[in-house]
Every structure is written in structure tokens, then in C-alpha cells.
């Protein structure tokens, strides 16, 4: 009975701070937002209130959708705001299976593709080859060093750009390696020239996010495009520009977005303007998603973060089968996930 009691009150302060920080964000982003579009209008915060308490069932889901109606100077029905998103629809769309995104090693053989950049694994205390043969820790360098001369290692709960290290044969350390747990060895990526020429020094990030329906088929919804900083070695959430992508076509739409949603339509560092470019490689890259979504519908939301490498190769840096992360999509494209029946969940809730 104590016990029932102790985790029932534990579940709700973690709910209860879940909620202040995405209510915070919220209305940091709206803060930034007003500041270069003017004050959201009453009407629409009014109607923002109304909308989270009558159809999601709760007035604490409307500051996501102020940033919303902020960014389209207007209110769209059919909005999902990301706190929403995470504390109704991902317990019931994903339950566990999401989570398997973060053992970084069952990827390729999960998905059954060959498009991650896999060059081995630490699992357990055990070095892995790429195809899973267990090496010798004196061989392992050897191993995974056989073709490149970088490699970059993602610890499995590496999330935002954190607990990623890059490597060559010189400063590679088993010791080290040992203290950072499991994870994924992966050779660098050289991307197209096309995501040179915006920035270089880091691999662009390409977001598409995708969805599995009742009836089995797989749909994109949703895609931007991550640029780093002259300082990143890697796309980081706290350092990047966000660009969106036209679904259909693969064009940069104009204005893009800094992590603090102040807008840009450059890279604030080089000045270099993407309106209108296309990614190469587009519907290839939308074709595969679906194709490889289908091959775990389990997990019904996947966040894909791709890239076209130089040999016009598409390569998968990792999926996002837990908290995918919506609030960009929604702001920017949405409403993405209208007709999925997500606003319905929590009244089924027990």
C-alpha cells in the first residue's frame, strides 16, 4: 500500500515538472516570437486556452500552441502541442518499443538496412564487429580502423548532440571507451557537396519525420533541414539552424530558425541563403524512410536523421523512436498528424 502510494506520488511531481519546463520553453520561444512579430493577439491566446482545455483536455497544453498560432498568425486546428505529445501520445503509439532507438547497436539489424555507418560496436564489455563477431580488445582498433581514418562513437543515450566523440588511430583509447559504456562505433560521414556549400566542418542533419497508420502505410509528414555552427564539430540542438523543407519537393523554404526561435534567413555566421535549394536526393530519401519505417511499424512516430553523403549515398546517423520531438514541425509546417485521431487519446486514459 506505501508503496503504491510512494509511486503514485512520484509519478505525478515527475509529470508535474515535466510540464513546468515544456510550459517554460514555451514561453521563452513566445517571448522571442513576439519580439520580431509583435504581441500574439488575445483572440488567439484565447482561442489557444480554449482549444487545450475542450479538446485536449487541459488549459497547461496551450503555451505550445501560443508559440504555434505566434509563428502562422493564426490558429490552425489539429495542432499537437509537444508536452501533449509526449505525456499522451507517445505512451500509447510507442509504449516500450520507442525506447529500442537507444541501443544504438540492434539498429541496422533491426531496421534491416544497410544505410548506417556502422563500423562496430561496445556492448556490455565486449567490442562487436559491424555484423556482430565479437573482437579481441587488442584488435579492435585495428578493426574498425581498417578503412578510415575517423570515427566517430555515439554512446547509446546520446541525445541533443551530447556523448558523441570523434576518434582517429592516434587518440583512440579502450580505457576511455570502457568509462563511456555501451554504444556505436560509426566511420565519418563526408557529406554532398550540396551541405558543404551552407556549412562544412560539421555533417548536416536531415529530419524527416514519418508515421505508420492504421492501415499499414508508412507517411512522411514533416522534414527540416539541421546546419551547424563554424565552431561545431557536429550538429548540437543548443548551436544549429533549423530549415524547413518543403514536404513534397525537398526545397529550403526562407526563414529558418535558431534553437532560441529567433529567425534567419542566412546562416548567421556565413551569410550563405538557401531559399529555394533542393536537397539532393530528395525522394529517394523519402522512399527509403518509408520502406525502412515499415520494417518496424511497432514504434507508430520515428524522428530520421539522414544525410546524402558525397558518393550520393543516403546515410541514416540514427532514429528517434522515443521523443521525437514535434514542436518545430508543428510551429513551422503543421498542423502534420491532423487526421491521426492523437487529440482523442487522453480521454481513453486510465
Known amino acids: 500500500m506505501f508503496h503504491s502510494i510512494a509511486r503514485e506520488a512520484y509519478q505525478k511531481f515527475k509529470h508535474s515538472n515535466y510540464h513546468k519546463a515544456h510550459q517554460a520553453n514555451a514561453r521563452s520561444a513566445l517571448s522571442i516570437i513576439e519580439s520580431e512579430q509583435g504581441k500574439l493577439s488575445p483572440k488567439l491566446k484565447n482561442r489557444a486556452a480554449e482549444y487545450a482545455n475542450d479538446v485536449l483536455g487541459w488549459r497547461g497544453y496551450a503555451p505550445w500552441l501560443d508559440v504555434y498560432s505566434a509563428i502562422a498568425g493564426e490558429f490552425k486546428e489539429g495542432w499537437i502541442p509537444d508536452n501533449y505529445y509526449g505525456h499522451v501520445v507517445i505512451p500509447v503509439i510507442k509504449g516500450s518499443y520507442g525506447t529500442i532507438s537507444n541501443a544504438k547497436s540492434l539498429s541496422a539489424r533491426l531496421l534491416k538496412t544497410d544505410r548506417f555507418p556502422d563500423a562496430g560496436y561496445f556492448v556490455n564489455g565486449l567490442f562487436l564487429s559491424a555484423a556482430g563477431a565479437v573482437i579481441p580488445p587488442h584488435k579492435i582498433k585495428d578493426y574498425i580502423f581498417c578503412n578510415d581514418d575517423r570515427i566517430v562513437f555515439k554512446s547509446d543515450h546520446s541525445v541533443q548532440g551530447k556523448n558523441i566523440y570523434f576518434y582517429d588511430k592516434e587518440n583512440f583509447c579502450l580505457e576511455t571507451i570502457n568509462k563511456l559504456g555501451n554504444g556505436v562505433f560509426q566511420k565519418y560521414i563526408n557529406q554532398h557537396p550540396f551541405f558543404d556549400e551552407i556549412m562544412s566542418g560539421s555533417v548536416a542533419t536531415l529530419r524527416v519525420t514519418s508515421v505508420a497508420l492504421d492501415n499499414g502505410e508508412i507517411s512522411c509528414r514533416a522534414a527540416f533541414l539541421r546546419i551547424g555552427l563554424t565552431h561545431d564539430t557536429h550538429i548540437k540542438w543548443a548551436s544549429n539552424v533549423i530549415i524547413p523543407v518543403e514536404m513534397a519537393s525537398g526545397r529550403l523554404q526562407k526563414k529558418a530558425y535558431l534553437p532560441d526561435w529567433r529567425s ?49 549515398e543516403i546515410q541514416v546517423m540514427e532514429w528517434n523512436g522515443e521523443h521525437n520531438d514535434i514542436k518545430f514541425h508543428e510551429a513551422i509546417s503543421g498542423p502534420c498528424f491532423a487526421e491521426m485521431g492523437w487529440e482523442n487519446l487522453w480521454r481513453h486514459r486510465s
Not at 531559399?275 to 520502406?291: F, L, Q, S, W
Not at 511499424?297 to 544525410?307: V, Y
Open 264 to 312: 534567419v534567413t542566412r546562416h548567421p555566421e556565413t551569410g550563405y541563403q538557401w531559399e529555394g535549394k533542393v536537397i539532393p536526393r530528395y525522394d529517394e530519401v523519402r522512399k527509403y524512410v518509408m520502406e525502412t519505417h515499415k520494417a518496424f511499424p511497432f514504434c507508430r512516430c520515428i524522428g530520421w536523421d539522414l544525410i546524402v553523403d558525397k558518393n550520393d
